[in-house]
T-cell receptor
Framework: DGGITQSPKYLFRKEGQNVTLSCEQN?????MYWYRQDPGQGLRLIYY???????QKGDIAEGYSVSREKKESFPLTVTSAQKNPTAFYLC???????????FGSGTQLSVL | AQKVTQAQTEISVVEKEDVTLDCVYE???????LFWYKQPPSGELVFLIR??????QNEISGRYSWNFQKSTSSFNFTITASQVVDSAVYFC??????????FGSGTKLNVKP
């Protein structure tokens, strides 16, 4: 079945550590997105990528980095510069026809 | 500026009651797109509906219906005869260019048996 796979489901970060969240899609979608969800808040855009080897900052990009070396993969690195990384992270993708966002099942990141 | 407001933080109803989730949006663009997504406890957002700004027809899909009114900048979602499986967080969202989607803060719906 086609879809978006995020891993791991739960991730723990130690102080000063960088961690990478995986997002893989087999929908052949061009665009991919990373959102952050905090309790009681809506989704906030971290980064998005419309095509391979190109990505743009969203509203809260500070402390995060991404890469888009392959169409199907869009990993997100939470760096030590992100001082409040505890949140639920959602990856999404969309086809070139701009119909709707498809979401993965998310990764819950917590700080030890 | 784009903004989506879901003023209802949490709603609790008893099974079989009807419930309406409110969504008010702000945009200066004449062409835009509105969405509703459902987020069950599993975490993944599930697409429910998309509406284009130039199509104000209301839509019904089974127990779900949507009321789009440009005059009041609202896109409300009604569940008729609610069921326990409807319990989830519901998000309203807006985009004008499909680069950025603006999400409301969500409404948590609790349907009790």
């Amino acid at each position: 079945d086609g879809g978006i796979t995020q891993s791991p489901k739960y991730l723990f970060r130690k102080e000063g550590q960088n961690v990478t969240l995986s997002c893989e899609q087999n929908l052949n979608h061009d665009a991919m997105y990373w959102y952050r969800q905090d309790p009681g808040q809506g989704l906030r855009l971290i980064y998005y990528s419309q095509i391979v080897n190109d990505f743009q900052k969203g509203d809260i990009a500070e402390g995060y980095s991404v890469s888009r070396e392959k169409k199907e993969s869009f990993p997100l690195t939470v760096t030590s510069a992100q001082k409040n990384p505890t949140a639920f992270y959602l990856c999404a993708s969309m086809s070139g026809r701009n119909e709707k966002l498809f979401f993965g099942s998310g990764t819950q990141l917590s700080v030890l | 500026a784009q903004k989506v407001t879901q003023a209802q933080t949490e709603i609790s109803v008893v099974e079989k009651e009807d419930v309406t989730l409110d969504c008010v949006y702000e945009t200066r663009d004449t062409t835009y797109y509105l969405f509703w997504y459902k987020q069950p406890p599993s975490g993944e957002l599930v697409f429910l509906i998309r509406r284009n700004s130039f199509d104000e027809q209301n839509e019904i899909s089974g127990r779900y219906s949507w009321n789009f009114q440009k005059s009041t900048s609202s896109f409300n979602f009604t569940i008729t005869a609610s069921q326990v499986v409807d319990s989830a967080v519901y998000f309203c969202a807006l985009t004008y260019n499909f680069n950025k989607f603006y999400f409301g803060s969500g409404t948590k719906l609790n349907v009790k048996p």
